[in-house]
């Protein structure tokens, strides 16, 4: 299946020193979840604002539905929602008024969901969105994503700042929107790491605007283990490696590793050395995300995961043609035949971001 | 009367999310609480209330399907089966063991005596084979989460 979100060598930096993105390839198939783990600044928050043609790349490429968001047509930017980390909208507009809005640029605006949403998640329809308080204006940004039924959702932190009953509502709401129709393809990033283990179907770890590692969150929670063992004496026997390790650590007779497991008879050699006793832990993404960060960064391309997620080939888009920002051919998948200046309608609704370079 | 099914999640577990939701259906199925036609779930209703992937319940229910230990009929749901499904005397022994070995690593490590495994394991065989409740006719469930 051709990937709907995919980035190429993607690059970018801010100034002469930082590098935000670097080489990144992503490729994200239709119906997946993906989870974008890393630390502060790893370049998350970047990589979002490309795909979503608020940043020009440096070089590489950064498509979603085929199409580079930075020319993209309204037409196909309408089949896309984003929510930044930075405010909604101007501030005296009330989500009535976003509603009204988004019904003008977005086919297929539902504005009884944006309705039922506001009535759920008790948003006042009426009150200007500068006078919700943190965590209701970031629901009242997902309401508004929500209702412009997506195709895509890119979602960046959507769960900071809310209370933990409101991240249990956004999270219901998103299983809901997996569980509708076409279902959707979302992408976002978080630091709720046990969010993801229930809802993500694949996780990325960026560092330092790199992907350097990827896999699909089942076969990681089925093979991802800590395994330690405890020799006799005061260190291990010479020559003694655990199977399966991806980084080992030797303290005193103590040898752990961060292990891929696939099957527990890999570790039975280690099992029948005289006096050597080996104990295996589960990880949850959290330990393993700690795991991967505690010790000095691994070379890139560390990959645990056969089944890394990546959609084989591809999309290949027919090279474009566009004369000037949203305006294409009619060969042109990614352009479209309106002749309104782009109205960014995506950019529109998601409003304002926050810095660059952040997260 | 409202039957409720009360799941619950580890995420720390490092037991993927579908595996845990067969072995608690398996678990409720061994100790009587689903019946043979029970109604689980829907997947949406499942998939919201523990706020995990749909395709995770999905593959859940498929594979307790392949298990014989649900049916799916079609545009209904997924139901207790009726029948487990016949699998070869050889399968038996070797899932068998595969658990048992489990256990006796467990037990080793946390320095369990053996006797004492035997009368776990005995107590254990017990409380799956309860008496037969007076209700036997099938019902629907919904569920409860749990974290």
Not at chain 1, 90 to 108: K, T, V
């Amino acid at each position: 299946m051709a990937a709907v979100i995919e980035t190429r060598s993607l690059t970018k930096s801010f100034g002469r020193d930082v590098v935000a993105v670097s080489a990144l390839d992503l490729s994200i198939a239709p119906g997946a979840v993906y989870g974008l783990i890393g630390r502060n600044g790893a370049g998350k928050t970047t990589t979002l604002r490309l795909l979503m043609g608020l940043l020009r790349a440096d070089s590489g490429s950064a498509r979603v539905l085929g199409c580079d968001f930075w020319e993209a047509s309204p037409a196909i930017r309408q089949r896309v929602a984003y929510v930044s980390q930075g405010h909604l909208a101007p501030d005296w507009m009330a989500l009535e008024d976003l509603d009204r809005y988004g019904g003008h640029f977005f086919d297929r605006w539902d504005s009884a969901h944006a309705r039922f949403l506001a009535r759920r998640w008790e948003l006042p329809w009426k009150r200007p969105i500068g006078k919700l308080s943190g965590g209701n204006q970031r629901l009242a940004a997902l309401a508004m994503a929500l209702s412009a039924r997506p195709e895509v959702l890119i979602l960046d932190e959507p769960a900071a700042g809310l209370d933990p009953i409101a991240r249990r509502a956004l999270l219901v709401c998103l299983t809901e929107v997996l569980s509708d129709g076409d279902g959707a393809t979302i992408l976002l990033s978080t630091h709720l790491l046990s969010d993801l283990e229930r809802l993500a179907s694949h996780v990325g770890i960026m560092d330092r605007g790199r992907l350097v590692a990827e896999g699909a969150v089942e076969d990681w929670q089925r093979t991802m283990r800590r395994v330690q063992v405890v020799f006799d004496g005061t260190k291990p026997p010479e020559g003694i490696s655990i199977p399966g390790a991806i980084r080992t650590q030797v303290l005193g007779p103590v040898m752990t590793a961060l292990a891929r497991v696939d099957d527990d008879a890999q570790l039975d050699g280690l099992r029948q050395i005289p006096n050597a006793r080996v104990f295996v832990f589960p990880l949850s993404l959290e330990e393993l995300f700690v795991e991967f960060f505690d010790r000095p960064a691994p070379a890139a391309g560390w990959n645990p995961g056969t089944d890394s997620g990546r959609s084989g080939t591809g999309v290949e888009v027919a090279p474009h043609k566009s004369v000037g920002r949203g305006v294409a051919t009619a060969a042109d998948p990614c352009g479209g035949d309106s002749d309104v200046e782009p109205v960014r309608a995506g950019r529109e609704t998601s409003g304002v971001s926050g810095p660059p370079g952040e997260g | 009367m409202i039957h409720r099914l009360h799941f619950q999640i580890d995420e720390r577990s490092g037991v993927p999310v579908y595996r845990q939701m067969m072995d608690q259906v398996k678990y409720y199925v061994a100790g009587g609480t689903l019946r043979q036609g029970d109604q689980l779930p829907s997947i949406r209703e499942l998939a919201s209330a523990l706020t995990v992937n749909p395709t995770t319940v999905v593959k859940a229910y498929t594979e307790l399907e392949r298990d014989g230990v649900i049916e799916m009929r079609h545009g209904k749901g997924a139901f207790v089966s009726g029948r487990a499904k016949a699998i070869t005397r050889e399968e038996q022994e070797v899932a068998l063991r595969r658990s048992a070995k489990q256990l006796v690593v467990e037990a080793t490590q946390l320095q369990v005596t053996p006797p004492r495994v035997i009368t776990v394991v005995r107590e254990e065989l017990n409380a799956v084979n309860p008496a037969p409740s007076a209700d036997e006719t099938p019902v629907k469930f919904t569920v409860v989460p749990g974290r």
